[in-house]
């Protein structure tokens, strides 16, 4: 079983900057993948990007690449989502996930096991 926390979140300037954080159950994690996922008012939940535990290689939406870059400490079990440049249409709910890594970062929200609670980002104009 995995249990995971986000926190983080907040009201953000458009341009500026937030770290959000994902803390993780478990002394090592290493057999998982972890996701980063948004969602906003009437859209879907949507895949923003993706760490290994054990490699720590990425992958990112098209979106966000080259604004939010995902890092993890494994000492601390921790994963985050370093968002820069942010625009309002970043604003949503931001989730972190976690599903046994099988070569390659998942981008279905359905195919993740774990689910933190989430954690409002609002970005303003």
């Known amino acids: 079983q995995v249990q995971l926390v986000e926190s983080g979140g907040g009201l953000v300037q458009a341009g500026g900057s937030l770290r959000l954080s994902c803390g993780a159950s478990?002394?090592?994690?290493?057999?998982?993948?972890m996701g980063w996922f948004r969602q906003a008012p009437g859209k879907e939940r949507e895949f923003v990007g993706g760490i290994s535990w054990s490699s720590g290689s990425t992958y990112y939406a098209n979106s966000v690449k080259g604004r939010f870059t995902i890092s993890r400490d494994n000492a601390k079990n921790t994963v985050y989502l370093q968002m820069n440049s942010l625009k309002p249409e970043d604003t949503a709910v931001y989730y972190c996930a976690a599903v046994l890594f099988k070569g390659y970062i998942q981008t279905i929200p359905s195919t993740y096991d774990y689910w933190g609670q989430g954690t409002q980002v609002t970005v303003s104009s």
């Open positions: 478990g002394r090592t994690l290493s057999r998982y993948a």
